[in-house]
């Protein structure tokens, strides 16, 4: 082969670009139709307006719990394993959370960290037969799944208990206090919202100042500014509204930092890039010196403090821990996950994928709530949006190679 | 008597590789035959012709079979046929009863309902056959080696073989059952079963064959008379071939000691028995030293026992690296005390296929790409583009999944990986399996560039005369033992296969 020949770049120019980054592109397009779909037909039908600032702060108040469970199950399903059990957990450390604080009187600041401390627990218990016995992950979760339901039921003895002191259901339900008085819209809201955006441009910039310093091709100009301009219209769209309902809800901070965390672990760190090779091929990641076992159990453990918090959160939503809490949340979580694009076989998937197919989910949930269609049909379109997403993903990975 | 087989100039190319060339072999009805041949002399290639695994077309030559020619389409065709080949590796389902395997894909059933009385009267008939006395509800994976063995005849049995081959069939056996095997072998013969051996012992060729074909480069060599069957002449014929200019020139510049083994014993990971025993070696800086054996004789397992303990258990020995005693408990502990491994398999057990190469270059050592422990993705492609340079690894960009690679280039990219590691003794295990001629050479290049800058490299290969070509020294290794260990002036193809055959004798008296 000449030299002409292996200098020349695999890609060039924005088609081929799009046609590269095909699936996140695809998926940030899939998302913004939904809404606009929902937009235009809510208003239509029902003449509601989808995009009302109590609609907006609706859902993320309903999705930020699968959110946050799936950042903890994309690594579990990188890794190449699964967790069924992240709905029973939920309901479990709820359950704990609220015996802790209405039958014992345990201060919240104290309740808070004892219950991640057991939903990290519970999965260094899965984990660790998962990991050192190679039990399968789908029998020892699903064990967990019925070990947590019942712990659940004994703990909560079949009742339902709350309700909770403002400072717990402000977990949930909270939302940032305006430095700057009482009056609308929220300028706190307003200027943390723009801080963030500014903040993805900035970083977006120096990752391509640095791109251009190591001499790798970076991503057509024209594209880097539309992307960026579309994300930064939606957010401050949606900070627009949240300002001038009720401000940030507390359960959107947390959900953002632990975005941008996980963000970062999966890509920049070098655990997070071996939890990767590990999905990608086991035995190779093993004879290259990584220690897969601790790390399968690592991602155990992680997803469990994930589903506690998850469970506190909507524990403290629904103001009362109750034994039905979080039943099927694993599948939601589940269903996100792959429809942010990983790979039911290991070794793929992102964070932002993720977090995108968690919204479309709760998009849906919540658009086709308000326009009244029955749960019923409801399942039958979220099953079928979930196998079109892996369907799209199968036909593209063909046709690559 | 007549022949019942007669494969005439059978040619089998693939891309790039001409695997057989004017093959011609001979069977008589009623007689053993033994094809003898080097690791890749092309002998399995020559069965999968005969067994129709290659089908009629994808071949050229004729197989007459009975006097009539024969085209198979798939093994099914060649089964019913009577040609039945028995693998290296059994094809037996362990979690299956015996009477399930006998008649898988063949069951004893009317319109699809089987008829297990009847299934298991025939068991017990076949297993009587092969001399199991095994109740025909056990299931094969209580079965030891041999007599699984045994299992795969009776199979054979139960299609109605005329013509049985068997691949290396003692390789993975004890003496006792080897022997047991060649006995039922012998009896067949005697109820009429025409038989073909693949086998490197000479000593069960010569106990067992009426004939010796020897195959060399993908061509028949001679074919030999019970009479005329001695070890020198089967040796000569095997490996008797020039090998002018297929390896670099090089100038060895041998140095101080850098690692020595004494005495690394390993049992087999699952069963009781031992698997490596008291190998002892030495590798100097700048030095080649090459592993000879033959498959299954503990070379990738005894490299992988000392690499981090990837393989087996109650691992004992000593190891001196680079003057002190490194700890090599842990895969990512040998790397830090400076040892690589380049496995055998690189598809499975090298390579992450689905990432792309500069991925899988930084792979086992991300701390070089990353500071704490956040990487620098600019780093990690700056790496990646060093080592394509300097490997010649030919991709459009570092950002090729590795999967599209050819053979040659994704064993750079494993080359990569572990040199990025700076190991001071880089393993090669069978280094140029399933690559082509020119990779081949640029792959020993880069083995005599890394002992010029003081590296010891030690490799493994099952290809006689690379291992002539390339190293200083010779360790030969069978059964698990050193056989014997030769300098560059004393190693020829001849001394290897002696030693190898002598080694096993002496293995067989004790």
Redesign the interface.
């Known amino acids: 082969?000449s030299t002409a020949?292996?200098n020349?770049?695999?890609t060039s120019g924005i088609g081929a670009h799009l046609g590269s980054h095909l699936r996140e592109n695809g998926m940030m397009l899939a998302l913004v139709a939904i809404v606009l779909f929902f937009f235009v037909i809510v208003r239509a039908t029902q003449g509601v307006d989808f995009l009302s600032a109590q609609n907006i702060t609706n859902l993320f108040l309903q999705n930020s719990y699968v959110i946050i469970m799936a950042l903890g199950m994309l690594l579990v399903i990188v890794a190449g394993h699964i967790d069924l059990s992240v709905g029973s957990v939920a309901a479990f450390t709820g359950a704990v959370a609220s015996v802790l604080m209405v039958r014992m009187g345990l201060p919240v600041l104290v309740v808070i960290p004892i219950v991640l401390v057991v939903g990290g627990l519970i999965g260094a218990a899965q984990g660790y037969w998962i990991a050192y016995w190679r039990i399968p992950s789908f029998i020892v979760t699903l064990a967990g799944m019925l070990v947590f339901r019942g712990l659940t039921l004994w703990l909560l003895g079949g009742q339902n208990i709350g309700p909770f002191e403002r400072s717990f259901q402000s977990l949930s339900t909270g939302f940032i206090p305006d430095l700057f008085g009482p009056d609308k819209p929220n300028f706190t809201a307003l200027i943390l919202v723009a801080v963030a955006a500014a903040a993805i441009v900035w970083t977006g910039i120096r990752g391509r100042a640095?791109?251009a310093?190591?001499?790798?091709t970076p991503e057509p100009a024209g594209f880097f500014w539309a992307r960026n301009a579309v994300v930064v219209v939606a957010l401050l769209f949606v900070g627009w509204k949240l300002a001038s309902f009720r401000g940030l809800p507390n359960v959107l901070l947390v959900m953002s930092v632990l975005i941008v965390l996980y963000a970062f672990f999966t890509?920049?760190?070098?655990?997070g890039?071996?939890i990767?090779?590990l999905g990608?091929?086991e035995?190779?990641?093993?004879?290259?010196?990584?220690?897969t076992e601790r790390l399968v159990f690592f991602t155990f453990v992680n997803m469990g403090v994930l589903a506690s918090l998850a469970g506190m959160i909507v524990t403290a939503r629904l103001n009362s821990a109750t034994p039905k809490a979080g039943v099927g949340f694993e599948l939601d979580v589940i269903a996100a996950v792959f429809i942010g694009g990983a790979s039911m076989s290991g070794?793929?998937g992102r964070i932002i994928g993720v977090v995108v197919g968690a919204l479309i989910m709760g998009v849906m949930n919540n658009g086709m709530s308000i326009m009244g269609i029955g749960i019923d049909y409801q399942q039958v379109i979220k099953g079928l949006v979930l196998l079109a997403a892996v369907i799209f993903d199968v036909y593209n990975k063909n046709k690559q190679? | 008597m007549t022949a019942i087989l007669e494969m005439q100039g059978i040619t089998k190319t693939f891309p790039g590789v001409k695997a057989l060339s004017n093959v011609n072999l001979s069977v008589r009805e009623g007689e053993i035959h033994a094809i003898c041949g080097e690791n890749g002399a092309g002998k399995s290639t020559l069965m999968k012709v005969l067994s129709g695994v290659y089908p009629h077309g994808s071949y050229d030559g004729e197989i007459l079979y009975d006097g009539k020619p024969a085209r198979f389409r798939d093994i099914r065709d060649s089964e019913h046929a009577g040609i039945v080949i028995i693998h290296q590796e059994l094809a037996l389902v362990p979690l299956l009863s015996v009477a399930e395997n006998l008649f898988l894909g063949n069951e004893v059933a009317t319109g699809g309902v089987i008829n297990w009385p009847l299934a298991y009267q025939k068991t017990e008939t076949l297993l009587r056959k092969v001399g199991l006395t095994e109740a025909p509800t056990t299931k094969v994976e209580k079965l030891g080696v041999g007599k699984q063995q045994l299992v795969e005849i009776a199979k054979a049995l139960a299609k109605n073989v005329r013509l049985l081959i068997l691949d290396e069939p003692t390789a993975a056996l004890q003496e006792n059952d080897s022997q047991k095997l060649l006995d039922l072998m012998l009896e067949l013969k005697a109820q009429g079963v025409t038989q073909i051996i693949i086998s490197h012992k000479l000593n069960e060729i010569r106990r067992v064959a009426d004939r010796v074909t020897v195959i060399r480069d993908g061509s028949t060599v001679s074919t030999l008379d019970r009479s005329e069957i001695n070890e020198d002449r089967i040796i000569r014929d095997m490996v008797g071939r020039d090998m002018a200019n297929r390896y670099p020139d090089r100038t060895p510049q041998i140095g101080e000691m850098l690692m020595e083994v004494r005495n690394w014993s390993v049992m087999h990971p699952e069963q009781p028995r031992q698997v490596i025993r008291d190998v002892s070696l030495s590798v100097r800086k700048g030095e080649i030293v090459g592993i000879a054996g033959l498959m299954g004789s503990g070379r990738t397992e005894f490299a992988m026992s000392l690499?981090?303990r990837?393989y087996g258990r109650d691992i004992k020995g000593e190891v001196t690296l680079a003057g002190g005693k490194p700890d090599l408990s842990?895969?990512?502990r040998?790397?830090e005390a400076g040892l690589a491994?380049v496995?055998e398999d690189r598809k499975?057990?090298?390579?992450?296929?689905?990432?792309p190469i500069l991925?899988n270059i930084s792979?086992?050592n991300?701390?070089g790409i990353?500071k704490g422990?956040?990487?620098s993705?600019?780093?990690e492609?700056?790496v990646a583009?060093k080592y394509r340079k300097v490997m010649n690894i030919?991709?459009?960009?570092v950002?090729?999944r590795v999967v599209?690679l050819s053979g040659g280039n994704q064993q750079k990219v494993v080359l990569s990986?572990w040199l990025f590691t700076d190991p001071k003794v880089l393993i090669l295990d069978e280094p140029t399996r399933g690559i082509d001629v020119g990779a081949k050479f640029e792959i020993y290049n880069i083995m005599n560039e890394l002992a010029a800058q003081g590296h010891g490299v030690v490799m493994i290969s099952s290809e006689m005369p690379e291992l002539l070509g390339m190293c200083d020294r010779i360790y030969v290794m069978n059964e698990g033992r050193i056989a014997g260990e030769l300098t560059r002036e004393q190693a020829s193809q001849e001394r290897i296969m002696a030693l190898i055959l002598q080694d096993g004798m002496k293995g067989e008296a004790a």
Do not use: C, H
């Open positions: 082969m020949e292996t020349k770049p695999a640095r791109e310093e190591f001499g790798i890509e920049s760190t070098t655990t890039r071996r990767y090779a990608g091929n035995k190779a990641a093993k004879l290259s010196g990584i220690k070794g793929v190679g | 690499f981090g990837s842990t895969v990512s040998a790397i491994y496995t499975v057990l090298g390579l992450i296929l689905d990432e991925r792979l086992a991300l701390e990353s422990s956040v990487l993705r600019g780093r492609q700056q583009e030919r991709t459009p960009s950002f090729q599209n990986k």
